[in-house]
Every structure is written in structure tokens, then in C-alpha cells.
């Protein structure tokens, strides 16, 4: 049996191999992280190879990314279906070992990680369902739900804001599953850190409520080994074990410096490191016995029997609970929704109420809620205001996580990224709100759900200068364009409660990405539709009022901007024009309907076009073309009650019918 050591050099090598055949890359962290990852999933992580996707398997997140080469070492070494020629196919076109880990690319990958920090935040969702699927389908004799999270991360991570705001919540909540494994390398990209982070983590770390391990050598297997002891003996908090260890060991001249941090070592040092670390094999040679020393098939099979015939128990003992959690797990809907949604959307049409549409998704909360016991809602400290509270709402707690609703606290990033782990681990299909403009501090957590695909729901209101008097800090402007030009995101602006319906309901079925839903501060008319018309609502754009023949004027409106047009084109009616008004509730649903559909809404040969929309007005060329006009905003806002400034900036019938004519007498 290899030692420990050499189990671990199986790791340097593979890595600086790989990097240095790709002329590119991060050998430092893998090399230095090797011997604490050799414990970590040889004496403790539970997962099988075979199944990657096995429901009780533990998590593995390497938050700093950039050493993707350590994780795919490992998958590859422990017996995933990731081949030796995927390591050397490192960081190339289409290969299944991409520069940072992506979700979806590699088996084994839980998460993509690589934008710092968020990782750890990817983390503290996983552990965060972890808890409340223990609390909700675990019953005494039956634990279904028992696995742990771990998480890598560097010196960058914690630099990064994101890592305060996931870790005091983690503390907060009492997430005594979750471990994190720092890196305290002291070196990053410009050299050594101390010239600007200096940072006393342990103190840092304790003051959230973690239990902290400091001073651990992650070079000493027994010292790290004690700390993951101590670590999974505290159930009652999340643990920080601080390893220090030195980046790149192993390469005798660049170790312990930044020049080996994100670049190839050379062939010269990998030799050199070759001979220092007592590797006497060629490049990418693994020997058998290595290669069976980190085999954890048949270890990851047993236990993945292990639990299967506990559940089995579970399902005689509990058959409806059994059938609900595969059911969550799998992701599909209750069979039943669609037609009870549709039913309720159809209710909203005959009842015709106008109110805001942040107050028409809570309503719309309180008829899906009930039938989706996966729904786990959030606030970052807006939810009077967000109105995502509905009537069976249960906040979550450090005693009691059998809710379905989390007080993230003024924590816009962290609840992005948090929501993204509660989406990749399973069981959950969560949602979080803030207004708007603070999509910006979200902003990048929202990119990460478009691109790994998940079914991430962000509500999003107080969507123009309709927000009023908290100014131009608060008016969203340029967010909604932001958000429709991010491949993958789907987008919905409602203009009344009936599309406010249609857009939820949108959301929770989308199973393939994420979707932001854009809600008002202030009151929407209802809108009257044919039942054709209520069809074509979920189609994301369509004809909502229209003259006889030909129409020689289109106007184009979403949200609160749609009852705008609608008056506007009754004055234009009146004075003998053929006005078409389309409500767009959804670009992107609306580019994926047929060529056929979308030009019997927006017919070619009418170039006479309109988009109004209390956004930027750049995005709307696209359906105007350049000699089409846009009312919309090219400025920030203003200070001022929302009747005001919608008069100061254009939104009125008046300068709506004006243009009009502007255009079609021109």
C-alpha cells in the first residue's frame, strides 16, 4: 500500500502535468492542498464514483476554482468516469476538464466555481438543505438525510466580501454539517498577502459562532486528520480548519512564491519537483497500486446500499413521506400544478383586479405555495416590501429548519450564490427578492444560475422610477436590459396580476435555468383579454388590443408601461389611426415561439413601431429597428413622488400620442 505521501504526489504530479501540457494554468494550490484533500476523501468523503448524483453522497466544493486540476485529480484517481486522456485534454475546446470546474462538464463537479468565494457560498447552501430536508423527512429511526459539505478555499475567497455575508448567516443558523478548509498559503497573485490582508481569520470566524481550528499543518496528515475529527464532532456549528500549508510543494525553486500560482511550472521545475517529491514515474504514469490505494468504488457502493436499504426501510415505515422526497429530489412538480395554475390564472382574468404587481405575486404565492412543499423563499431584508412572505410562510432557525423561508438579512450576493447551492443540491426550488437596482450586488451569482442551468427564481421589485421618492440610488435603469442580454436568463415583467401568474408559474415549471421576475411598487391596471389572448400570455409577447385591418402603428409595452399604451392607442383610435398594442411580458420567451407566431404579433411590413418601457431605452431596437422610436430613459432618475417623475420623464399619454404622430407623419 502507497503512503500517504505518495497517494497525495499522485495529485502534484497529475496537476503539474496537466498544466504544464496545456501551457496554462493554476499548479500551485493542488500541490499545496494535496495531502489535507488525500485525508479528506480517502478517511471521509461519502459519494460513489459510479453515481454521482447518489442523494445522500457528501458535497465537495472547491471554492477556489482556479485549482480545478486538484479536483479533477481526484475524481479521476477515485474512480470517476473522467479519463486519463480528459487530464490531458486540460483547459482545451469542449473538454470534460475545463479551466475552473463547471457544472454540468465534469462528473463529480457539484458546482462552478472560480469567481471567488462564491464557492463557499455554493457551500453554505448545500449545507442550508442539507438541514432542512433533515428536518423535514427525517423522522426518529430513519435518517434519510445525514451528509456533510466541505468546501476549499484560499486567501482570495476570504478577501472577497461574499465570504463575510454566507459566513455569519452559516453561523447564525447553526449549520453544524458544513467544514471549510482554508488554504493559508499567505500567497496570491501580486505575492505575499500580508502586505494587504492581514485579517485575523480565527477571531474573524469565531465571531460568526463557527467553531475554528487554527494552526493546522495541511501538510501533516495525522494534524489534519485530528481537525476533521473535531470538526464532524461539533454538530451544533460549522467548523473553519485553518491549514497552513505552502503553495506549489514540492517544486524546489518556486514553491512558497506567486510565480507558480497561475502558471506552468516549466519543464525544467517539474523535473526538479519530480525528483523532490520521490515521483518516479513519466508524465500522466499513475502505478496500479496508487490508482488502488485512491479507488473508492467499492467503498462509495457499499455505502450507497448502505443507505439505500435504510430508505427502503423508510418507505414502509413512511410510504407518502418516501414518495415525496423522491419526488423533490427528482425535481418535477406535483402532477396536479399545472392545472391548478392555470385554473387560478384563469380566476385572476374574471376577477380583473388592479393592484401592484409585487402585491399579485404574493397573492400568487399564497395559490402556489401550498401545493409545492419544495418552494424555500427568501428576503435580503425586504420582505415587507418584496412581499415574498406568503400565508404558509415558516422562517427557518438554528433550532428549527423544518421551514421554508430564510431571513437572509441585507445579504443581496450571499443569497444569490446561497440560493444557487440550494438549487444544485436537490429537494428545493428556492427563490429570493430584493429590489431591483440591488440586482447589482447580486449580479454575478444570478450569471453563475444562467450559466449551470439551474432553477433559480429572483424576484426583483420596485422596478423603474415608478419606486418614487428614494431617488435615482434606488431606480433601477439599465438592470432589466442587464438582465435580458444574460444568455439563459429568463426575464418577466408583468403588466397586471394576470401575467404576474402566468410568469410564476413560467418560472417554478422552467427546469433548465433561472428566471428574474420583475414586479412594481405601484398599482397596475387589470387588463381585459379574450381567451385567446390569456393563452398567448405565457407565449411572452402578444396582441393585447388591436384596430380592424392592418395595423399602421404598433406600440410594444411591458409592465407598468402597458396600461400607457393602451391609453395612448385609444386616443389614436379615436382620432381614425389602426393602433396594435403588444404586451411583451417576456423578450426571451417570445424569441423562442415560432418565426410564424412572432410575426403574426410584430408583422414585418409594419415598420411604424413603438416601445415604451421605463428602462433604458437601448435594448428595445431590436423590435423598433433604427427608424422606430422608444420613450424610455436614457438618464437616471429623479427624487420625487412616481406621478411626477413619470410626467418629468416622457410617460404620459400626451407625449406618447405625440410621438406617435411624430412618427407617422414623418
Not at 453515481?51 to 477515485?78: E, I, K, T
Not at 475567497?157 to 467544514?179: D, F, N, P, Q, R
Not at 512564491?257 to 517529491?277: F, I, K, M, Q, Y
Not at 450571499?414 to 443540491?425: E, S, W, Y
Request: charged share 20%; aromatic share 8%.
Amino acid at each position: 500500500m502507497p503512503s500517504r505521501k505518495q497517494l497525495a504526489n499522485a495529485i502534484r504530479a497529475l496537476s503539474m502535468d496537466a498544466v504544464q501540457k496545456a501551457k496554462s494554468g493554476h499548479p500551485g494550490a493542488p500541490m499545496g492542498m494535496a495531502d489535507i484533500a488525500e485525508v479528506l476523501w480517502n478517511d471521509y468523503l461519502s459519494h460513489n464514483p459510479a453515481n454521482p448524483d447518489w442523494a445522500n453522497r457528501d458535497r465537495f466544493v472547491l471554492s477556489n476554482g482556479h485549482g480545478s486540476m486538484l479536483q479533477y485529480s481526484l475524481l479521476h484517481l477515485s474512480g470517476y468516469d473522467l479519463s486519463m486522456d480528459d487530464l490531458k485534454n486540460f483547459r482545451q475546446l469542449h473538454s470534460r476538464t475545463p479551466g475552473h470546474p463547471e457544472y454540468g462538464y465534469t462528473p463529480g463537479v457539484q458546482t462552478t466555481t472560480g469567481p471567488l468565494g462564491q464557492g463557499i457560498a455554493n457551500a453554505v447552501g448545500f449545507a442550508l438543505a442539507e438541514k432542512t430536508l433533515a428536518a423535514q423527512f427525517n423522522r426518529p429511526g430513519h435518517e434519510i438525510v445525514d451528509h456533510y459539505t466541505y468546501a476549499f478555499l484560499g486567501d482570495g475567497c476570504l478577501m472577497e466580501g461574499i465570504s463575510h455575508e454566507v459566513a455569519s448567516l452559516a453561523g447564525t443558523l447553526g449549520l453544524g454539517k458544513l467544514v471549510f478548509f482554508y488554504d493559508d498559503n499567505g500567497i496570491s497573485i501580486d505575492g505575499e498577502v500580508e502586505g494587504w490582508f492581514t485579517d485575523d481569520t480565527p477571531k474573524r470566524f469565531e465571531s460568526y459562532g463557527w467553531q475554528v481550528i487554527p494552526a493546522v499543518d495541511g501538510h501533516d496528515a495525522d494534524a489534519v486528520k485530528a481537525a476533521i475529527e473535531a470538526a464532524r464532532a461539533n454538530t451544533a456549528q460549522p467548523t473553519l480548519i485553518c491549514c497552513r500549508t505552502v503553495i506549489g510543494f514540492g517544486a524546489p525553486n518556486k514553491q512558497g512564491t506567486e510565480s507558480c500560482h497561475g502558471a506552468p511550472l516549466g519543464d525544467e521545475e517539474v523535473a526538479l519537483a519530480r525528483e523532490n517529491l520521490g515521483w518516479k514515474h513519466g508524465p500522466f504514469e499513475v502505478p496500479e497500486d496508487v490508482y488502488a490505494g485512491w479507488d473508492a468504488s467499492k467503498k462509495g457502493a457499499a455505502a450507497e446500499k448502505s443507505w439505500q436499504k435504510a430508505f427502503d426501510a423508510y418507505k414502509k415505515a413512511e410510504p407518502e413521506l418516501a414518495a415525496e422526497f423522491e419526488r423533490r429530489m427528482s425535481g418535477e412538480l406535483p402532477k396536479d400544478f399545472a392545472e391548478k395554475a392555470t385554473a387560478y390564472i384563469r380566476a385572476c382574468q374574471d376577477k380583473g383586479e388592479t393592484i401592484a404587481s409585487r402585491k399579485a405575486s404574493q397573492n400568487t404565492l399564497n395559490v402556489y405555495g401550498p401545493m409545492l412543499p419544495e418552494l424555500l423563499g427568501g428576503s435580503a431584508d425586504l420582505a415587507g416590501s418584496n412581499l415574498t412572505i406568503w400565508n404558509g410562510s415558516k422562517g427557518l432557525t438554528r433550532d428549527d429548519a423544518s421551514g421554508n423561508y430564510i431571513y437572509y438579512g441585507v445579504r443581496e450576493f450571499g443569497m444569490g450564490a446561497i440560493i444557487n447551492g440550494l438549487a444544485l443540491h436537490g429537494g428545493f426550488v428556492p427563490y429570493g427578492a430584493t429590489f431591483l437596482i440591488f440586482m447589482e450586488y447580486c449580479r454575478n451569482a444570478v450569471r453563475m444560475a444562467a450559466l449551470m442551468k439551474q432553477r433559480a427564481i429572483m424576484v426583483f421589485t420596485h422596478d423603474s422610477i415608478g419606486l418614487g421618492e428614494d431617488g435615482p440610488t434606488h431606480q433601477p435603469i439599465e438592470q432589466l436590459a442587464s438582465l435580458r442580454t444574460t444568455p439563459n436568463m429568463s426575464v418577466w415583467r408583468p403588466a397586471d396580476a394576470v401575467e404576474s401568474a402566468v410568469a410564476w408559474k413560467a418560472a417554478l415549471e422552467r427546469s433548465d435555468g433561472p428566471s428574474a421576475l420583475v414586479f412594481s411598487r405601484q398599482a397596475l391596471p387589470h387588463q381585459a383579454r379574450d381567451d385567446k389572448q390569456l393563452a398567448n400570455v405565457a407565449r411572452g409577447g402578444y396582441v393585447l388590443s388591436d384596430s380592424d385591418g392592418t395595423p399602421e402603428l404598433i406600440l410594444i409595452a411591458t409592465g407598468s408601461e402597458v396600461g400607457l399604451a393602451q391609453d395612448a392607442a385609444d386616443v389614436l383610435r379615436d382620432k381614425g389611426r389602426k393602433v396594435r398594442v403588444v404586451s411583451m411580458p417576456s423578450t426571451d420567451v417570445f424569441e423562442a415561439q415560432s418565426a410564424k407566431y412572432k410575426q403574426q404579433v410584430l408583422p414585418l411590413d409594419v415598420t411604424n413601431r413603438i416601445a415604451v418601457e421605463a428602462g433604458i431605452e437601448d435594448y428595445w431596437y431590436k423590435y423598433v429597428g433604427l427608424d422606430g422610436r422608444i420613450v424610455g430613459m436614457s438618464s437616471f432618475g429623479e427624487s420625487a413622488p412616481a406621478g411626477e417623475l413619470f410626467k418629468e420623464f416622457g410617460f404620459t399619454v400626451d407625449n406618447l400620442v405625440s410621438v406617435a404622430k411624430d412618427l407617422l407623419d414623418n
